[in-house]
């Protein structure tokens, strides 16, 4: 979509959408409403800061879909390295969550050079009373016995651990000793902070503490090597990426964390570059890297034929023609092949209105896709994001759009009410019930089962499956009861 027509929805305005933010929140109480005022905004693509407040705690009573500390470290950052048994320390409740509820796919035998499995203490009663600590120490020697071929162990920490004082980074120092095998201890009880925000950089902290510099590359450095940051796996994701990158001449040396390996990870700080996908969950260690090892980082959108070629050409800036040459070589090659998929899903879609509430970068990064498959954003936002996540999405929305902020389910249930999107891409919370008013849905948080939506594999998927959701005929069948 060109700049020009993007800046504008027909029919939207900042007066009808400050009227639809102002209608929603009639309903709370004088302060609440006060409180949730500068969360909700008209879109303005022109500003220099964020249009709307972020990162603060939740009101009481009001309904968020936000994630917690235990689930940004656990979910995020640790869990998906396949070479090391992640244990989640507490009760069995959280550790069953943690399993499989994002698709952080993985390449190996599991067991044997993947582990992605549940692993918990099961904490009881009489652990909350008289610690946990020796149960952990018990539990790390069974995980080892279990699985010698594991390269570590972390130990993710709930809500009671913190709440007791539990020391497991003590734990953790005496049995990587006896056990002759690295321990990870993450300090990420789920009530630390206002979001799983916290956990990533928790995370990311654990990483910088414990991991970074410990190993080096076996092969020598070379002039192209860069470590792809902050990409997960979903659905494949990374394995789509990394094969475009080396195609276009760079040397991938390590990937956080999706499919990674803790000593690729750990020898991170001998790249040139970091390429960085999820800034809200990785811009911490990026920043690091780049203040202590002096290693540049580049954010890139690998969403869409549009967003892929700029990244690419972006990407290819910072290295030498050779470079370039490829990249160049790589576009030519799969851009036709994209415009095939637009001119075959385009004409299904064009015109059709999106929502979306998510996590990390989806809001932003995913709207050019949408927009390239002939779609319109018309509202945005983010459960756990920063101020400067609304600053790098405000240019991506059109003039006027609703942006939202830790948005409650009521209020979302407003605006679609209004808006009438013919798609919403949000999480599992909000999936049934805006299906069951009848409204076609995708969860962009895993992509419902389905992947990779990177790079120039994923495209083709990703406008597969959102035709098949917007215009499956079941749609016609259902009607909402109220």
Partial sequence: MSADVKKRVEGITRESTQAMIDKALEIYPE??????????????????????????????????????????AKGVVWGPIRDMAHISHGPVGCGWYSW???????????????????????????????GGDKKLATLLRETKELFPLAKGISVLSECPVGLIGDDINSVARTMSKELDLPVFPCNCEGFR??????????????????????????????????ALIGDYNIGGDVWSVKP??????????ASWTGDGQIEQIAATHQVKLNVIHCYRSMNYMARVMEEKYKIPWL???FF???KIKASLRKLAEHFDDNIKRKVEAAIAKYDPEMQKVIAEYRPRLEGKKVM????????????????????????????????????????????????????????LEQFVHTLKPDLVGSGIKEKYLLQKMGIPFRQMHSWDYSGPYHGYMGFPVFARDIDMAVNSPTWKLVKAPF
């Fill in 100 to 130: 499989g509820t994002r698709r952080n796919l993985m390449s190996g035998v599991n067991g044997v050079s993947n582990f992605a499995m549940q692993m918990t203490s099961d904490f009881q009663e009489k652990d909350i009373v008289y």
């Fill in 356 to 411: 979306l509430y998510v996590g990390g970068l989806r809001p932003r990064h995913t709207v050019s896709a949408y927009e390239d498959l002939g779609m319109q954003v018309v509202g945005s936002g983010y459960e756990f994001a920063h101020n400067d996540d609304y600053e790098r999405t405000a240019p991506e929305m059109p003039e006027a759009t609703v942006i939202y902020d830790d948005v409650s389910e009521y209020e």
């Fill in 193 to 226: 902070g206002v979001s799983q925000s916290l956990g990533h950089h928790i995370s990311n902290d654990t990483i910088r503490d414990y991991v970074i510099e410990t190993r080096e590359f076996t092969e020598p450095a070379g002039p192209y090597d860069i």
């Fill in 299 to 301: 954010e890139l959108n």
């Fill in 31 to 72: 302060k609440a409403r006060k409180k949730r005022e500068p969360h909700l905004a008209p879109n303005d693509p022109e500003a220099t800061s964020a249009c709307v407040k972020s990162n603060r705690k939740t009101i009481p009573g009001v309904m968020s879909a936000r994630g917690c500390a235990y689930a940004g």
């Fill in 244 to 253: 475009l990158l080396e195609e276009c001449g760079l040397n991938v040396k």
């Fill in 304 to 306: 869409g034929p549009t």
